[in-house]
């Protein structure tokens, strides 16, 4: 459908806003399975997403491990995952105080499909912003 949104300023007759938008899209290079582990990168500075249907009823173990290689890498990563209503079922940007890689626990029911979106906060100009995305049913 097509929405309209309408931002009133009430402290400023002449302000100007500009909202910035992403639409997503499944990624077109085809499906995940999980448990398994997949490869990519964000160099365009878009949102990789996923799908996967779930073949099981159990506990998934998944995190995104960025590129190290240079040292100096800067990816920020986070790791999303919904359910076929859009429902957010996990998150995740740091999975301690000594990584910035994303890694999420949740239950994942059989025949379910479920998106993977992994996306970054911050990451560096000069690449490689590259990643791998591994799961393991626990």
Known sequence: ????????????????????TRVLV?????????PGSIDGDLNDYAIDIY?????????????????????????????MIYNPAGGLVAVNDDVDAM????????????GTTYWVVIDAYSMDVMGPNTYTF???LQ
């Open 51 to 79: 799908t996967y249907s779930a073949g099981s009823d159990g506990s998934v173990r998944a995190e995104v491990t960025s590129d190290r290689t240079p040292q100096n890498t800067d990816m920020d990563g986070i790791l």
């Open 99 to 110: 990584t910035v890689d994303p890694g999420v626990m949740y239950d994942q029911v059989n």
């Open 26 to 34: 499944p990624n077109p290079m085809g499906g995940l399975n999980v």
């Open 134 to 136: 591994a799961s393991e």
């Open 1 to 20: 459908g097509s929405y309209t949104l309408q931002i009133q300023d009430v402290t400023s007759e002449n302000a100007d806003y500009e909202i910035a």
